[in-house]
């Protein structure tokens, strides 16, 4: 299942293996450029959390040139949401919205997967229809705040999961799983990383626990293991992956010996031969530099696709790929300002810089406003 290496029929000679199609688990991609989940906080939330309006069609749409689209983060469940006007894909209204999502991305060539999530003790009972956040243990994040619409506010103290909320929220994630195929995905990510639950699982800062899902490093992994295990009886192996985050202090969560802990995981993901690994190599959104895990170990042990995220620029991701260290290379906030980044990472042209203010806003403005080459050379003259 290990990506293809050689160079596919139809692909230009000469060009890096970058841009040459590829193969996923299942999946055919046309490049090996991929998008990276992002948040972006512009469905419906009115309507119940719905995503697929114009704009979020049109921002997909946009973006199809990437090999492989890897959907903004979607809860599970209403207790997963984490954010303001995050999408949700427990119901059948938000299915719809993907459906004409998925629908306009492979109409324009490209892939596009589930970013499936559960936020656990990352929110506030604002953010979650009143309920309290819930945890591997009932321990607050320190220095994490929750942004609602009354504005930023502290993150409460989680409630500790019964072994009954356990297995309730891996069925969430199988049944988001079944709802990513009905809403026509290509498949789904398993969002482990970033210290969300299944991250608050894995790494004992936020897991105290002392009966079969903490202590050991077996016991930890055993939540995540857990889901990938319902999500794969529900639609294969072939259409899953999982994004980690070893070494990232987001969300206030570190562990204590990160090279065993993922060594073991990473270990238990290949006997269940799933598509992909996706690793954010060092602190999300930040420094790459950060020692106690090595990256290289985990892509040799894993027999399926590994996608590198975190601060690649043209270059890096050319030599990513070209020297094996990587099948394919995930950009994020590039994509969030370079609607047609594979164009321009294949020319060489010039990127746009994106604009963190209009992030999470909503709205067009910063979402499906970022120029491409084609509209810029219209502006020119
Ligand atoms: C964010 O909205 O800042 C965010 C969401 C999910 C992530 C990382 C960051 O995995």
């Given at each position: 299942m290990q990506a293809n290496h050689a160079p596919a029929a139809g692909s230009q000679a000469g060009e890096p293996r970058l841009f040459q199609p590829a193969r996923i688990g299942c999946i055919d991609?046309?490049?090996?450029?991929?998008?990276?989940?992002?948040?972006?906080?512009?469905?419906?939330?009115?309507?119940?959390?719905?995503?697929?309006?114009?704009?979020?069609?049109?921002?997909?749409?946009?973006?199809?040139?990437?090999?492989?689209?890897?959907?903004?983060?979607?809860?599970?469940s209403p207790l997963g949401k984490g954010y303001m006007a995050t999408p949700g894909i427990y119901s059948d209204a938000q299915v719809d919205g993907w459906r004409r999502i998925t629908h306009a991305v492979h109409e324009a060539g490209s892939k596009i997967l589930a970013q499936i999530w559960h936020v656990g003790r990352i929110t506030h009972p604002d953010l979650t229809g009143g309920a309290q956040p819930i945890a591997p243990s009932a321990i607050a994040p320190r220095d994490v705040v929750a942004y609602t619409h009354g504005g930023k506010v502290e993150i409460p103290l989680p409630q500790a999961m019964s072994t009954q909320q356990i297995a309730e929220v891996v069925g969430q994630f199988r049944h988001a799983a079944a709802n990513a195929l009905r809403a026509g995905f290509d498949g789904v990510e398993i969002h482990g990383a970033n210290g969300y639950l299944i991250d608050q699982f894995l790494r004992d800062g936020a897991n105290r626990r002392d009966d079969a899902y903490g202590g050991s490093v077996a016991a930890r992994c055993r939540f995540a293991l857990e889901i990938v295990d319902a999500v794969v009886a529900e639609i294969g192996a072939a259409r899953v992956?999982?994004?980690?985050?070893?070494?990232?202090?987001?969300?206030?969560?570190?562990?204590?010996?990160?090279?065993?802990?993922?060594?073991?995981?990473?270990?238990?993901?290949?006997?269940?031969g799933i598509a992909f690994v996706h690793f954010i190599e060092g602190a999300t959104g930040g420094s790459r530099d950060i020692p106690g895990f090595d990256y290289a170990r985990a892509r040799k042990s894993f027999r399926g696709?590994?996608?590198?995220?975190?601060?690649?620029?043209?270059?890096?991701?050319?030599?990513?790929?070209?020297?094996?260290?990587?099948?394919?290379?995930?950009?994020?906030?590039?994509?969030?300002?370079?609607?047609?980044?594979?164009?321009?990472?294949?020319?060489?042209?010039?990127?746009?810089?994106?604009?963190?203010?209009?992030?999470y806003t909503p709205g067009p403005v910063g979402y499906t406003d970022y120029p491409s080459l084609d509209d810029q050379a219209v502006a020119a003259c």
């Amino acid at each position: 299942m290990q990506a293809n290496h050689a160079p596919a029929a139809g692909s230009q000679a000469g060009e890096p293996r970058l841009f040459q199609p590829a193969r996923i688990g299942c999946i055919d991609i046309a490049n090996r450029v991929v998008m990276a989940p992002l948040t972006r906080s512009r469905a419906d939330e009115a309507a119940g959390d719905v995503p697929g309006s114009d704009m979020n069609v049109e921002y997909y749409r946009q973006r199809s040139g990437a090999g492989l689209i890897i959907s903004e983060g979607t809860q599970v469940s209403p207790l997963g949401k984490g954010y303001m006007a995050t999408p949700g894909i427990y119901s059948d209204a938000q299915v719809d919205g993907w459906r004409r999502i998925t629908h306009a991305v492979h109409e324009a060539g490209s892939k596009i997967l589930a970013q499936i999530w559960h936020v656990g003790r990352i929110t506030h009972p604002d953010l979650t229809g009143g309920a309290q956040p819930i945890a591997p243990s009932a321990i607050a994040p320190r220095d994490v705040v929750a942004y609602t619409h009354g504005g930023k506010v502290e993150i409460p103290l989680p409630q500790a999961m019964s072994t009954q909320q356990i297995a309730e929220v891996v069925g969430q994630f199988r049944h988001a799983a079944a709802n990513a195929l009905r809403a026509g995905f290509d498949g789904v990510e398993i969002h482990g990383a970033n210290g969300y639950l299944i991250d608050q699982f894995l790494r004992d800062g936020a897991n105290r626990r002392d009966d079969a899902y903490g202590g050991s490093v077996a016991a930890r992994c055993r939540f995540a293991l857990e889901i990938v295990d319902a999500v794969v009886a529900e639609i294969g192996a072939a259409r899953v992956g999982i994004r980690l985050s070893p070494l990232t202090p987001f969300n206030d969560l570190a562990d204590s010996n990160p090279q065993l802990t993922f060594d073991h995981l990473v270990e238990q993901l290949d006997r269940r031969g799933i598509a992909f690994v996706h690793f954010i190599e060092g602190a999300t959104g930040g420094s790459r530099d950060i020692p106690g895990f090595d990256y290289a170990r985990a892509r040799k042990s894993f027999r399926g696709t590994y996608i590198a995220n975190n601060g690649y620029d043209r270059s890096m991701a050319i030599d990513a790929v070209e020297s094996g260290r990587a099948d394919a290379v995930a950009f994020g906030r590039a994509f969030i300002a370079n609607p047609d980044l594979v164009q321009r990472l294949r020319s060489g042209a010039a990127l746009n810089t994106p604009n963190p203010q209009t992030f999470y806003t909503p709205g067009p403005v910063g979402y499906t406003d970022y120029p491409s080459l084609d509209d810029q050379a219209v502006a020119a003259c």
